[in-house]
């Protein structure tokens, strides 16, 4: 079964500085991999995603990700974090249903993420 | 733009009682998937539905079932409620035929079991 691990579960980092969060994933197959943000009180909004291709993805916001297989990682990367981007961080990681058709995803823990000012 | 509606925001229910979940997509996605969210655990699978009357079991489906009659809505239901289950309920929804869809979340419902 595929796992997500996300080994960070505060991070916190000053306005304008460089931002890393790491995440690790466990699947058999060429994985399908994700990273969504959820800022206070709402739903999950995807940042980026990694299916096949550019190992290096662009995203929403100005974020970027790493798809390293040797490594098993998917770290997510910012080089300048504006205070608005405090939320907690989710990465996650897609597995084919063969009952009709999609991804259902599993979800690593989160890494909640401060801005300092 | 998607749009996933869950009908309540909160809900506060007492030890015992059956609880409904609703949750409505209006893109026509096929898929529908229904977690739970706990800090320090992050969001677990209960269920999900790949087509009207389909359900398949996620990861932690005991003392929950869905019903999708519909193909715009799908159900999260707690037949007997209990004080384990108080938690954030994601509702989520992806189109069949694209397999690198990400899915498309609501707000979330926050239940509060009493």
């Known amino acids: 079964a595929q796992s997500v691990t996300q080994p960070d579960i505060h991070i916190t980092v000053s306005e304008g500085a460089s931002l890393e969060l790491r995440c690790n994933y466990s699947?058999?197959?060429?994985?399908?991999l994700f990273w969504y943000v959820q800022s206070p009180g709402q739903g999950l909004q995807l940042l980026l995603k990694y299916f096949s291709g550019d190992t290096l993805v662009q995203g929403i916001k100005g974020f970027e990700a790493e798809f390293k297989r040797s490594q098993s990682s998917f770290n997510l990367r910012k080089p300048s974090v504006h205070w608005s981007d405090a939320a907690e961080y989710f990465c996650?990681?897609?597995?084919?249903?063969?009952?009709?058709?999609?991804?259902?995803?599993?979800f690593g823990t989160g890494t909640q993420l401060k801005v300092e000012l | 733009d998607v749009k996933v509606t869950q009908s309540s925001r909160y809900l506060v229910k007492r030890t015992g009682e059956k609880v409904f979940l609703e949750c409505v997509q209006d893109m026509d996605h096929e898929n529908m998937f229904w977690y739970r969210q706990d800090p320090g655990l992050g969001l677990r699978l209960i269920y999900f539905s790949y087509d009207v009357k389909m359900k398949e079991k996620g990861d932690i489906p005991e003392g929950y079932s869905v019903s999708r009659e519909k193909k715009e809505r799908f159900s999260l239901i707690l037949e007997s409620a209990s004080t384990n289950q108080t938690s954030m309920y994601l509702c989520?929804?992806?189109?069949?035929?694209?397999?690198?869809?990400?899915?498309?979340f609501g707000n979330g419902t926050r239940l509060t079991v009493t």
């Open positions: 989520a929804s992806s189109p069949r035929t694209d397999y690198n869809s990400p899915l498309h």
């Open positions: 996650a990681v897609g597995a084919l249903f063969l009952t009709g058709g999609g991804n259902k995803l599993t």
């Open positions: 699947y058999g197959a060429t994985p399908y």
